[in-house]
């Protein structure tokens, strides 16, 4: 039963049983990389009634209850702790948290001196072992008192070093998580390997926490959140560790070459007042979609060693710290269709149609289903109850049917038998399924996005003359719009004498535009803009691009051993189209770049991104706002390309590492991010006279 405020109510022994058991099984699939029949919300919820009903009947409290427990009892382990890693209590709003300190204020008898303010980040918990400086153990969290061993994956971890700067004796805690990049590469090698790829970022990183023997390792991502003396260290330093503040504390993980969020924008932050937690939590909250990793919340610690002693500890959570809890990434809903829409590589996609569900603060009706052996894998079905999850830019995914909601009457979801776009086979024999016809299958899609304004450039090439002229037979790929005729277009309906000129026009001068756009508008799959942008300038020329082999590719920044392959063969199925275009006289070189060194030849001086030098050498580059005066007509993409030219990087997001934010005007978030992270700022007019010599 549910009252008004969602909350549920326990009737009987009973209802209570159930609810435990339930509970129980989510807790375990959790924390082991299952999949939980309950989202984050209904467990919490769950355990709350559990809780509840406890209250009122003590003496009917059932021994396997998650209540009390860290965890929710669900998981054991074999290594004993030295001293128990412990779980945190939670609150959900300002009110619950300010309840909170009072108690904190009350238990010690004064007010807490100063708080640390951190992000909770969504992993898995684990301490690391050092001894003498050297790594020697890794142990899950288990039931706080005892964790499993899982050594084996020393050396897979980003931010926790084999050794430490100093030779000490010292057990790091935190939370071992795949950032978002991580997670989408390790399922491109897991379904790459025909395994089934991870639901969401957390049970990628518990699963291969866990897993002993796998034939590839994906890399993870540490960040320590303790730092504590082992037996076998000196008592000073053993007393020195006990009495640091946790700031402190962090600043020495740091020091000793562990990877703490003071390498993000969610550093944590020492402050001194309730108001100023508050004002913080709200800040980290704001950054949360951004932010390359997932938090599920925002941890408060009393900061000074002797406010937290005094606060003390209970069996399941330490009371000087508390977790402020943010909304949850996953929900559950219905699945109400699935549809298959080819894209303009000729790739055949699933895409789930969902009842629309509000997920931290933006509606989600559609969901991505990678591919037909994966919904098979899922056993999905149409009319499911199914969990979803979107966080940050990811694209929703759906993670699994709610399979204890079943009612009987779902269906079966049905494959295409031919191309739904164009009737022809398919090619099944890769996991993602691929119209036989490839990239001509959609050749209105790919056309049209050629001659788009951030590749081609073509004006007066919009969706409907390209449908018009490939219904009309006079194109069927990219090649062709360069050879038609006046005569030709005339014949076709509403085709002026003043429309043919200007498009045959249009379509001239697209012929001198740089490399990069060119390579773009081909559409290999994998690259976009900036990444064709990227190969452009450290190849030079299309000769040399296609000249690479996979370990050529490699060499361009953000192409991984995954990519490289896919665009060598790529654009070996793109050569005689490569080639007709070149016959016509579309430009293949990219203007400034240099080609790399040939092989053999020392790497520095010739190459193509460091022929690049220029006003902006190096320098990362971020534009927000309305461009005025000499830039007012450049496209946020054009931006990006002037910024390139001019030696620099050009990026959407602000972090530490950008260099410049140039703010037009009615700049928003990024701006005031800027600021508070001490970025130089410009005026569109700064910059245009940084740039002056590459404007034309
Ligand atoms: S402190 C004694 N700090 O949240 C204090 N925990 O719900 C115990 N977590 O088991 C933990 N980020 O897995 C702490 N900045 C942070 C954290 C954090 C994530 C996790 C950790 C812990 C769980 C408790």
């Known amino acids: 039963m549910t009252t008004t405020s969602g909350e549920f109510v326990l009737a009987d022994a009973a209802a209570y049983a159930q609810a435990v058991t339930d509970a129980s099984e989510a807790a375990g699939a959790y924390y082991t990389g299952g999949t939980s029949a309950l989202d984050d919300d209904a467990y919490d919820r769950l355990v709350r009634a559990v809780a509840a009903y406890e ?43 300010t309840t909170w300190t009072a108690s904190v204020a009350r238990r010690i008898g004064h007010e807490v001196t100063r708080w640390n303010v951190q992000p909770k980040l969504d992993g898995l918990a684990i301490a690391a072992r050092y001894h003498e400086g050297r790594l020697t153990r890794l142990i899950t969290r288990g039931d706080g008192m005892a964790g499993e061993d899982v050594s084996h994956a020393i050396g897979t971890i980003e931010g926790l070093p084999d050794r430490l700067t100093e030779p000490h004796t010292v057990e790091v805690r935190g939370e071992v998580l795949m950032t978002i990049s991580q997670f989408e590469h390790a399922n491109e090698v897991r379904t790459a390997h025909g395994g089934a790829p991870f639901a969401n970022p957390r049970n990628a990183a518990a699963g291969t926490l866990r897993a002993k023997e796998r ?19 000196s008592a000073e330093h053993t007393e020195e560790l006990r009495t640091l503040a946790h700031g402190e504390l962090m600043d020495r993980a740091a020091g000793l070459g562990v990877n703490t969020p003071a390498t993000t924008d969610v550093s944590g932050l020492t402050v001194d007042t309730v108001e100023q937690v508050l004002e913080r939590v709200g800040h980290i909250a704001g950054l949360r979609a951004e932010l390359p990793f997932g938090i599920d919340g925002i ?44 894209g303009r590589t000729g790739i055949i996609a699933p895409r789930a149609v969902l009842t629309p569900v509000d997920i931290d603060g933006s509606t989600v009706a559609y969901a991505t289903l990678h591919n037909p052996a994966d919904i098979t894998r899922r056993d999905l079905r149409i009319g499911d109850h199914v969990m979803v999850y979107k966080a940050g830019d990811i694209i929703p995914r759906i993670e699994a049917p709610v399979a204890h909601l079943r009612t009987g009457d779902e269906q079966p979801i049905v494959f295409p038998e031919v191309c739904p776009q164009c009737g022809s086979g398919i090619d099944t024999s890769e996991q993602r399924w691929r119209c036989e016809r490839g990239r001509n299958c959609h050749v209105v899609a790919s056309l049209s996005y050629a001659a788009g304004r951030d590749q081609l450039d073509i004006e007066g090439l919009g969706g409907t003359r390209v449908v018009q002229l490939v219904d009309a037979g006079l194109v069927a790929d990219l090649a062709d719009l360069f050879a038609l005729t006046r005569d030709g277009l005339l014949a076709l309906d509403r085709m002026g004498e003043t429309s043919t000129d200007n498009l045959l026009a249009a379509i001239e001068a697209a012929k001198a535009q740089p490399l990069s756009r060119v390579l773009c508008a081909l559409g290999v799959r994998g690259t976009g803009r900036s990444m064709s942008r990227r190969i452009a300038r450290h190849f030079a020329t299309m000769d040399h691009i296609r000249a690479a082999d996979a370990e050529a590719m490699q060499r361009v920044e953000g192409i991984g051993a995954e990519k490289a392959p896919v665009i060598v063969s790529e654009l070996a199925e793109l050569a005689p189209l490569i080639d007709r275009l070149a016959a016509a006289g579309v430009n293949m070189t990219e203007p400034g770049a240099t080609p790399p060194a040939p092989e053999g030849e020392t790497e520095d001086g010739a190459s193509g991104e460091q022929a690049a030098a220029g006003p902006l050498d190096g320098m990362t580059v971020v534009v927000t706002g309305a461009m005025t005066g000499p830039l007012e007509k450049l496209s946020r993409n054009q931006m990006n390309e002037l910024i390139e030219r001019a030696g620099g990087k050009s990026s959407s997001s602000v972090s530490k590492r950008t260099g410049l934010v140039v703010a037009g005007e009615g700049a928003g978030s990024k701006r005031t991010k800027a600021e508070d992270l001490g970025i130089r700022l410009a005026t569109p007019d700064e910059f245009a006279e940084l740039v002056a010599d590459l404007l034309d």
């Not at 209540?67 to 939670?90: I, Q, R, W, Y």
């Not at 402020?324 to 699935?338: G, H, N, Q, Y």
């Open 55 to 97: 209250a009122d009947h003590p003496d009917e409290v059932l021994a396997h209850s998650p209540t009390g427990k860290v965890a929710g009892g669900a998981v054991e382990g074999d290594v004993p702790h030295t001293v128990p890693m412990l779980s945190l209590d939670n609150v959900f709003d300002g009110e619950q948290f």
């Open 215 to 233: 034939s590839y390792t994906v890399p993870m991502t540490f960040f320590a959140y303790g730092l504590l003396p082992l037996p076998g260290t």
């Open 299 to 342: 941890v408060v610690k009393a900061d000074l060693a002797a406010d937290q002693e005094a606060a003390g500890t209970g069996t399941r959570a330490p009371r000087w710290a508390i977790a402020f809890k943010l909304p949850a990434v996953e929900k559950i809903t219905r699945l109400l269709d699935v549809e298959w829409n080819v």
